[in-house]
């Protein structure tokens, strides 16, 4: 690829990412406000935080699958860095929503876990993003 046609995929690229950014965080703030009116959490807010901390994660690594579709090769998948990565900070992220929907699921976690991942939003939010970006890195072409 030449640098001129990499400088304006990566210009492409950032505008894409700060626009979804900016949208997507505009809509969750409007969602929590709404939750703050009607004093309840909705679980549209709770899908919708994982969700869109998955895209922003698959967002990132968008540049390292462009990398690899110049590559000469057999696409390959790697599992072992799925399943070691990417289940674990899937069900990270998940907890949130779970704890909700499935709640006998949660009575063999210690109270401290629960309260990390369930309290706060930055836990999930961080798992949700490395989930996004592991499944996508994790394509690759083997020369």
């Known amino acids: 690829m030449s640098p001129l046609k990499r ?3 990566y210009i492409l690229y950032i505008s ?4 979804v950014l900016y949208y997507g965080l505009q809509y969750e703030h409007h969602l929590l406000e709404k939750s703050k009116e009607t004093f309840t959490l909705s679980r549209t807010l709770h899908w919708y935080s994982v969700v869109f901390s998955i895209v922003v994660g698959v967002l990132l690594a ?5 990398y690899n579709l110049y ?5 390959t998948y790697d599992w072992i860095r799925s399943a070691i990565i990417g289940i674990p900070s899937l069900f990270i992220t998940l907890v949130p929503v779970l704890y909700w929907v499935i709640p006998e699921l949660f009575q063999f976690l210690t109270g401290q876990f629960i309260y990390l991942a369930g309290s706060t939003e930055i836990l999930p939010t961080v798992t949700g993003i490395l989930f996004g970006y592991t499944m996508i890195s994790s394509l690759r072409v083997k020369e």
């Open 71 to 75: 590559k000469n090769g057999a696409w």
């Open 16 to 19: 894409v990412v700060l626009t």
């Open 7 to 9: 400088i304006l995929f």
């Open 62 to 66: 968008i540049p390292n699958l462009f």
